[in-house]
């Protein structure tokens, strides 16, 4: 059974910065394309961003290009997303999740997701 478990999450300013993280365990990281989404109260789960098998291919949404980076440590068997220049508006709690591919991510229910973490931007 594929485990993901996602840690980093928590309060900071607008403008701060926060590194999730997305631990695997019972399957290596290459062997799925692995996505971030977000989901805030009383809104629709939003897909953030996902990185191929091979990890040579990155998607962000609109909303985060260009302050969000997202990447992998395959020794570490882990994911990471890195939020900067963070605004109110990216307070949801986050999820990693894995599937065959990232082609759609933004409106696919991938297979196997974390518990997820939350994140709250806010002075």
């Known amino acids: 059974q594929v485990q993901l478990v996602e840690s980093g999450g928590g309060l900071v300013q607008p403008g701060g910065s926060l590194r999730l993280s997305c631990a695997a365990s019972?399957?290596?990281?290459?062997?799925?394309?692995i996505g971030w989404f977000r989901q805030a109260p009383g809104k629709e789960r939003e897909g953030v961003s996902c990185?191929?098998?091979?990890?040579?291919?990155?998607y962000y949404s609109d909303s985060v290009k260009g302050r969000f980076t997202i990447s992998r440590d395959n020794a570490k068997n882990t994911l990471y997303l890195q939020m900067n220049s963070l605004k109110p508006e990216d307070t949801a709690v986050y999820y990693c999740?894995?599937?065959?591919?990232?082609?759609?991510?933004?409106?696919?229910?991938?297979?196997?997701w974390g518990q997820g973490t939350q994140v709250t931007v806010s002075s």
């Open positions: 999740a894995a599937d065959d591919y990232c082609s759609g991510y933004g409106s696919r229910v991938f297979k196997y």
């Open positions: 019972r399957f290596t990281l290459d062997k799925y394309a």
């Open positions: 990185i191929s098998k091979s990890g040579a291919l990155l």
